[in-house]
């Protein structure tokens, strides 16, 4: 490819695989595991998700500072045949299985979101809101504190998030979802004021690795409580609506922070303030919606 419009053309449909390769990989762990020990393989999940997004960009640089852009392609799609090798062997959980066609694209209105995930995706929203600001912020606090090495940030994050995902799904399968997720939405709410408290790179560091295991005790809860709530045949659906929601709170959580701080570093912990209060506010939805279900019941 040699020009823009050629390269965000490709964008586009590596877009479309990056969407459907969580929604269905998700789904299918659902399918095959206990439902007891659901919390647990989806902080499995989580663990080789992260772990391949934090390995993949330092390989990826080095290949393409060593041998080139064509070289790191190449890589790339090398991996993804083996992704498709291994899915091979995989027996299909469908019991009644469609061959692919065009028509299987086009989606009704009623079919876009699951109602039975609404109430996690709400909560997804929220959680994930902070880290739409700090990959907005954090590059220049990082600079402004004297943190060189800007990946070392995430570095930081990722490392406690598979810490935390290993073991926050097994505890929600012993004593349920919405505890944890509040758990873990405090601790957000503390690293988030942490972190705009910083005054020094140790200080950001420090809010990173608590700011990764608060987020990483949320997510494989979350969508455990996804596929808790869900009709056994529209899981895939229920866990895209989560995704949905993943995607808009991380670029709400852009626009909104970068709005707030406005290229000043005084505006560092005010803009960390008001995230850790938003994010906070998923308590009392919590609360509201434990109250809701219970009276209904």
Known sequence: LTTVSGFLLLRLFHGFSTGFKPTASTA?????????????????????????????????SWVA??????????????????????????????????????????????????????????????????????????PDQSTFLGLENKGLFLASFTACSILSRLISGRISDRVGRVPVIMVSIVLIGGALVFLGSAQSAWMLLAGSGLLGFSVGT???????WTIDRADDHHRGRALATVY?????????????????????????FFTFLITAILTLMAIPYLIFWTKKRANNQ
Not at 30 to 52: F, H, L, Q, T, Y
Request: net charge negative; aromatic share 10%.
């Open 28 to 60: 299918f762990v659902a399918d095959i595991v206990p439902w007891k020990r659901r919390g647990e393989a989806m902080g499995i999940m989580g663990v080789s998700m992260n772990a391949g997004a934090s390995m993949a960009p330092p390989l990826g």
């Open 65 to 138: 500072n060593g041998y080139g852009l064509n070289a790191m392609f190449f890589l790339s799609s090398g991996f993804a045949l083996i992704s498709i090798l291994i899915l091979l062997g995989l027996k299909e959980t469908l019991e009644e299985k469609v061959n692919f066609k065009l028509g299987l694209l086009k989606i009704k209105p009623h079919e876009i979101i699951d109602t039975t995930a609404i109430a996690p995706a709400i909560v997804t929203v929220m959680i994930y809101f902070c880290y739409g600001v700090i990959l907005t912020i954090v």
């Open 218 to 224: 949320a997510a494989p809860t979350v969508f455990a």
């Open 244 to 268: 949905i929601a993943l995607e808009v709170g991380i670029g709400g959580g852009a626009i909104f922070s970068a709005w707030l701080y406005d290229n000043q570093p005084e505006n560092f």
